[in-house]
Each structure stands twice: as structure tokens, then as C-alpha cells.
Antibody, heavy 118, light 108 residues
Framework: EVQLVESGGGLIQPGGSLRLSCAAS????????MAWVRQVPGKGLEWVSS????????GYVDSVKGRFTISRDNAKNSLYLQMNSLRAEDTALYYC???????????WGQGTLLTVSS | DFQMTQSPSTLSASVGDRVTITCRAS??????VNWYLQRPGKAPHLLIH???TLQSGVPSRFSGSGSGTDFTLTIRSLQPEDFATYYC??????????FGGGTKVEIK
């Protein structure tokens, strides 16, 4: 059974840093691209960042470029999102998602909530 | 950047109704559009990928169509579990994707 479990969210002050983690199981993690998608409670989905299967390529939404870094450790079946210079507008539920072989994101975690507030 | 404009933002319907949601891309995305369903408090769930291919396990009452810039998600006969929010997504640009704003399907 494919499972994605996010962790690392919490309350942090503006300007602070935090690293989100996503533990993957039930599939060959090293064969799949992965992504982070966020959602402000009650609002829509926003893609944040993606990474290909071997970390050779990454992508970011403009609003987090230079502040967030996506990475993965295939030996540990884990995906990460290092977030620096956090802003109030980064407050959201952050989902980890698996990029399907064909297209789209076919498995999602349940999310970890980040609140940026003083 | 590719923008995805979904309409309507809210839709009221009854069980058994045929429902259509549209999504317009700001540029040609060929058939690189995916559709998701999200129930309250749950993660999104992939329904359709590549504009018209039903994801494994998704009921056949869901269908997708379109190419280029205009796409449609149709639910043939709305079921109680289908009252949720639906999102389109373009995946034409590698490692850089965009979601539509969402369509909430409510009970009339």
C-alpha cells in the first residue's frame, strides 16, 4: 500500500526556517518524481515545488524561489522541503504528492500544517 | 506561466444530475490536463489524467474531454459522494504545474 506521511509542520515566526519531511513507503521511491502542494485552509491548491526521481531537476513556484529548497534521499525513502525566510503567506497545509508515471499526482499524504505568525 | 481558469466556482446540483465543469488554459497545453476531487478534510484524489484517461479505480460516471486550451470534466449522474470540490491541473510544463481555482459542487 502506497503511503506518504508528512511531518515537520508547526508554528513559526516570520523570518524563521523549518524543514518539512515526507516519509514514503509501499512503492519504489527512487523511481518516482515527487512534489509539494500547499493549501490555505478553505482555499484552493497551490503547487509549490517538484523534484524528479534522481534529484537532477527541480522546479518552484515563483513566490518561494530562493527561499525554499526541495530535496530527497532515496536511500531513506524521504522527501524534504527546506523553508527559509518564512512569511505569513506561507501559512498552509503542505501536502506531499507522488508524480504518476502517466500524469498528475496519483498519491497524496494527509498534509502537515505550517503556521507562520508572531 | 500557464494559468488555469475554472468555471463555475460553485455549482448547485441534485443527485442524479449531469454536471459539467470547465477549465481554460492561458496557453496551449495539448492534452496535459488532470482533474482531482477533494472532499472536506481530505487530500485531493486524482480522477482523470491526460485530459480524458480515467485513473484506475475511478467510477465510469466521470469523464474528461478537451485539448489545446479548453477542457471539461463531466459527471454523468451525480452521486452523494460526489459533492466535493474539483480542481483541474495543467502538467504541460515539466516540473512546473498549475492548478485551477476549484469548483465546489453543492447539494441543491
Amino acid at each position: 500500500e502506497v503511503q506518504l506521511v508528512e511531518s515537520g509542520g508547526g508554528l513559526i515566526q516570520p523570518g524563521g526556517s523549518l524543514r518539512l519531511s515526507c516519509a514514503a513507503s509501499g512503492f519504489p521511491f527512487e523511481d518516482y518524481g515527487m512534489a509539494w502542494v500547499r493549501q490555505v485552509p478553505g482555499k484552493g491548491l497551490e503547487w509549490v515545488s517538484s523534484i524528479n526521481y534522481n534529484s537532477g531537476r527541480t522546479g518552484y513556484v515563483d513566490s518561494v524561489k530562493g527561499r525554499f529548497t526541495i530535496s530527497r534521499d532515496n536511500a531513506k525513502n524521504s522527501l524534504y522541503l527546506q523553508m527559509n525566510s518564512l512569511r505569513a503567506e506561507d501559512t498552509a497545509l503542505y501536502y506531499c504528492a507522488r508524480a504518476a508515471v502517466a500524469a498528475g499526482y496519483d498519491f497524496w499524504g494527509q498534509g502537515t500544517l505550517l503556521t507562520v505568525s508572531s | 506561466d500557464f494559468q488555469m481558469t475554472q468555471s463555475p466556482s460553485t455549482l448547485s446540483a441534485s443527485v442524479g444530475d449531469r454536471v459539467t465543469i470547465t477549465c481554460r488554459a492561458s496557453q496551449n497545453v495539448v492534452t496535459s490536463v488532470n482533474w482531482y476531487l477533494q472532499r472536506p478534510g481530505k487530500a485531493p484524489h486524482l480522477l482523470i489524467h491526460s485530459a480524458s484517461t480515467l485513473q484506475s479505480g475511478v467510477p465510469s460516471r466521470f469523464s474528461g474531454s478537451g485539448s489545446g486550451t479548453d477542457f471539461t470534466l463531466t459527471i454523468r449522474s451525480l452521486q452523494p459522494e460526489d459533492f466535493a470540490t474539483y480542481y483541474c491541473q495543467q502538467s504541460h510544463t515539466s516540473l512546473r504545474t498549475t492548478f485551477g481555482g476549484g469548483t465546489k459542487v453543492e447539494i441543491k
